[in-house]
C-alpha cells in the first residue's frame, strides 16, 4: 500500500511552499500598489506600515 503523498498530487511541502510564495507575491502587489497609487494624502507613517511593523 503507497503513502497518500507519494504519487496521489502534490506533497505538503510543495503546497505549503506554492502558498507562501503566492502570499508573498500578493503581499509585494499591494504595498506596491498602495505606494505607487494610494498615497493621496502624506502622514505621519501609512497604516499598511504600520500594520507591517506591528506584525
Same mark, same amino acid.
Request: hydrophobic share 55%; no cysteine.
Given at each position: 500500500?503507497?503513502a $497518500?503523498? !507519494? !504519487?496521489?498530487g #502534490? !506533497?505538503?511541502?510543495?503546497?505549503?511552499? +506554492?502558498?507562501d510564495?503566492? !502570499?508573498? =507575491?500578493? &503581499?509585494?502587489? +499591494?504595498? &506596491? =500598489?498602495?505606494?505607487?497609487?494610494?498615497?493621496?494624502?502624506?502622514g505621519?507613517?501609512? =497604516?499598511? +506600515?504600520? $500594520? #507591517?511593523?506591528? =506584525?
Amino acid at each position: 500500500m503507497e503513502a $497518500l503523498g !507519494s !504519487s496521489a498530487g #502534490w !506533497s505538503r511541502e510543495t503546497t505549503v511552499g +506554492l502558498a507562501d510564495a503566492a !502570499s508573498r =507575491a500578493v &503581499a509585494w502587489l +499591494l504595498l &506596491a =500598489a498602495y505606494f505607487g497609487f494610494g498615497r493621496r494624502r502624506e502622514g505621519r507613517f501609512p =497604516a499598511p +506600515l504600520r $500594520l #507591517w511593523w506591528a =506584525a
